[in-house]
Every structure is written in C-alpha cells, then in structure tokens.
C-alpha cells in the first residue's frame, strides 16, 4: 500500500507495510503514482511529455528515475504487500493477563466546573468520593500481581483532580517505593492535574517521584476561562499559570506536558498554542474534544477544514521555531521514523482493557478511564480480578484488522486502529471507526512525517 502528499514543498511517499518513508522529486512521485496501473513505456512517455528539458531533465534522466523506482520495488522499499493480518491480536494473547499499567482515579471529585468535562466534572456519572490508601495500596498491588515478569510499571494519578487526595498519593508512592527492590519492579507515576492545588510541596514532591507531569491549560486566557471554570463561575487561567511555570521551571522544563483541548469555541488552536510558547512552555499537546453528540462543544463539520490547516500550519511553525533555534514539542508529531514501535504493536493497537486499566476509588477495574462509570464494562475489582471475561475478550479481540474500514487505511499501521473509547462513543461498539477523529489522525500524521523528513534531510 502507499500513500502520496505534498505538504510544505516536499513530495512524501509512504509505503506502508515497509515502514519506508521516501522524500522524491517531481518526477519520482508521478511514476510511482501510475507505477502499478500504467506500463513502463506509457508511463515514460507520459513523464517525457510533462518534464523534457524543465530544468534540464533528459530522457537519461527518465529512465534513470523509473528504475530507481524498480529497485526500490525489489528491495522491499516500495508496493510491499500486507502480510500482517495473520499476526493480528497475536501480541496481546501472548500477554493476555500480564497488566503494565494502572490510571488510578485518586479522587472522584474536582475543584473545577469545566463545561465540557467527560467525566462529569470529576464523578463520573456517579457519587463524588476519594480513593483510600488501603484500596490504593491493594491496586499496586494487584498490578506487582499481576505484571508477570514484566519489570517496569506504570501508574496515573487522575482524577477528577488528584491533588484533592494528595496525602493519599504521597503515601501510595511511598508504598510502591518500598516493594520496589523486593518484588524486582520498577513503577513510573504521572500526575495530571488543573494546577489549582500547586505549591511548593507539590512541585518538590512531583519533581522527585513523577516520570512526567500532565498540566491542563487551553491557551489563551479567554478560551481557556470560558470551559475551565469554578464552581462560582470563574476562570482558573490566572491562578494556575504562575504555579505552571513554577513548577516546569523546577523540572528543568522536561518531563511534562502542558496539555490543552480545542473546542468548536476554538478550532484555530493554533493561537492557544502562541500562547503555550509565550508563557514558557514547549512540551505541548492539544486534544480534540470528547463530548456527547450534539454538545455545543463538539467540533463540527464546519469547523473540519480549520483544524486541519491548523495542523499543517503548526507543522510549519515547529520548523521555523527549530531554524530559529528555539524548538518545542508537539505530542501528536512525536515519529521516530528509524525505528519506532514493532509490528506487532502497531497492528495490537491500544492495550485498554487488558495491560492497561482504570482503578475507581472503591477499587472497581474498567478498560481505561473513558469507559469508567460505564456499567457495562466493568471488568471486575483489584480484590477478585477480572470477572468479566466476556469484556476483556473484547478488548483481546479489538485490533486494527478487526475495523473493516481500516482495511484500505493507509494511516492504520501508524494509528493501530483508533481509540477504542472514541469508537465506542461514536458508533456504540470499541470495533467501530470514529471518522471524524480519523481525519484529524491522518492529518497529524502526514504533518508530523512531513516534519521529520525536514529534520532528516537537515533542512531545519
């Protein structure tokens, strides 16, 4: 399967079983665009026709070009079938049972009203409530149980707002600290938070235990304050801007996210973005809304084709901020094109629901944290384990070849299939497509490829 774009002056083919990125010249991308549908000699004639003599090709050059394109072909760089669909769900039946990775939802309860909140402003559709050192420290447990021989475990603080349990989750990390060397495991935590609650005991104690740091802002002080609100109605923007930059200027500005969502009430995210970088911070992500259909926040039709030029015209920015040598990080670009994840990550897809799950504050497990609340997809608790197999087996099922609109998707291999919460809010099923958030992916996708092509070839 391959994929063609031009973006930002450059020529971007992809072949997608291979992994092999190609930067061509005019030329090169046309022949491979007729390559498999046309014959050799109508495709050179067609290129002499179109390129002879523009800027001094030569029919030397045609040719040349055409069987560069052959051997490329024949190693295995380009037009490579699909041979991983026998693979599909391997990986995740291999580990079926081992689990990595807890989100524990420290507190139900939030000292934010955001209007456009999935988790119903912290309670998840249910009663407010904190979660105790004594069910946080069987979850930890539960995950040193059931991690098999896998050394490195990963924890979330979320909420609802975590530092509202904050004792609590200073005392859990201790806990896990203290089994570490016994039980041969090595726990990462992250916290992610609405700043509110910051100090300097925050920042001492997350700059020492938190592997990153995920930091809620929406850019500009007018979007921002008009979701993220308190529940007397006002905008959080100047309170927790200085304790942000109090604390990634602690961090040594690594380490952390400052994570922002886009609204139909701010498509052109780009500008929160400016004002991200304005503040001080260059580890950034943005997030399209997740909301119920027909929400004034969701992100419509309409607002499509401002999205996506913003993207494109983000991925320009990054390159201009790196020739003035002042780069920053946008989550959603992040592509290794040398290596990056296996193939059997990549066709597995999200591990929701089997290596990684959601804790509730009385210990109940869900697929991840969109699912929480969910009566359906209770999976069980960290006292029993998994009781709902049927769930699970769902989850072990869901794989990028199990979307029949994947099929003929030249990003599947990059997206592994989408979000199965996204899918299941959208069509009712976590093997469904969420389409609109499709496009958004390609997007960042052929922005983000297109960007590191310019920092390969050392054009930044």
């Known amino acids: 399967m391959i994929h063609q774009y031009k973006l930002n002056g450059y020529n971007i ?13 005019d030329v090169a991308y046309d022949i491979i665009a007729d390559y498999k549908s046309k014959s050799k000699e109508d495709i050179i ?5 179109k390129y002879l003599g523009v800027d001094g090709i030569s029919e030397t050059d045609i040719e040349e070009c055409y069987q560069q394109v052959e051997d490329l072909e024949k190693a295995g760089k380009l037009f490579v079938k699909d041979s991983f669909k026998p693979m599909a769900g391997a990986l995740k039946r291999k580990t079926a049972g081992v689990v990595k990775a807890l989100c524990l939802h420290i507190a139900h309860t939030c000292n934010l009203n955001c209007e456009y909140c999935f988790a119903s402003q912290g309670k998840y559709h249910g009663e407010r409530a904190v979660m105790s050192f004594e069910v946080g420290k069987r979850a930890l447990d539960f995950l040193v149980e059931n991690s098999g021989t896998r050394r490195n475990l990963e924890v979330d603080f979320f909420g609802g707002e975590p530092l509202m349990n904050f004792e609590v989750v200073k005392q859990l990390v201790e806990y896990a600290r203290s089994i570490e060397k016994e039980k041969n495991k090595n ?17 001492d104690f997350a700059n020492r235990e938190m592997s990153n740091v995920v930091l809620s802002l929406d850019g500009r002080k007018e979007i921002h304050d008009k979701y993220r609100v308190d529940y007397a109605g006002k905008g959080s923007w100047e309170r927790i801007v ?9 961090r040594g500005g690594k380490n952390y996210y400052m994570r922002g969502t886009f609204t139909h009430a ?7 973005i400016k004002v991200m970088l304005d503040l001080g911070f260059n580890e950034l992500s943005m997030e399209p809304v997740v909301c119920a259909k027909g929400d004034k926040s969701e992100l419509t039709e309409e607002d499509l084709p401002i999205v996506l030029d913003q993207y494109e015209k983000l991925a320009s920015l990054m390159l201009e901020k790196e020739k003035e040598g002042k780069p920053f990080t946008f989550y959603h670009y992040m592509i290794d094109l040398s ?7 990549r066709i597995s897809g999200c591990g929701s629901g089997t290596e990684y799950m959601a804790v509730t504050p009385w210990g109940d497990l869900y697929p991840c944290h969109q699912f929480v609340g969910d009566e359906k997809y209770l999976l069980g608790n960290i006292f029993d384990g998994v009781k709902n197999t ?44 969420y389409e609109y958030g499709c496009k958004l992916f390609c997007k960042r996708m052929e922005c983000a490829i297109m960007v590191a092509v310019a920092k390969a070839l050392g054009d930044v």
């Open 13 to 25: 083919v992809l072949d997608i079983c291979s992994g092999s990125v190609h930067a061509v010249d």
């Open 45 to 49: 004639t067609a290129m002499q026709e």
């Open 187 to 203: 726990f990462r935590f992250t916290l992610t938070t609405n700043g509110l609650l910051i100090d300097d005991d925050v920042i």
């Open 242 to 250: 200085p304790k942000f930059q109090k604390l990634v200027n602690a």
């Open 266 to 272: 701010n498509p052109d995210f780009l500008e929160d």
């Open 339 to 345: 290596g990056g994840p296996c193939i059997y990550k």
């Open 390 to 433: 049927a769930v699970q087996e769902e989850f072990l099922e869901c794989n990028v070849y199990a979307r029949k609109e994947c099929a003929d998707c030249w990003a599947k291999l990059y997206c592994s299939g989408g979000c199965a919460a996204n899918a299941y809010h959208a069509t009712g099923s976590v093997k469904g497509v």
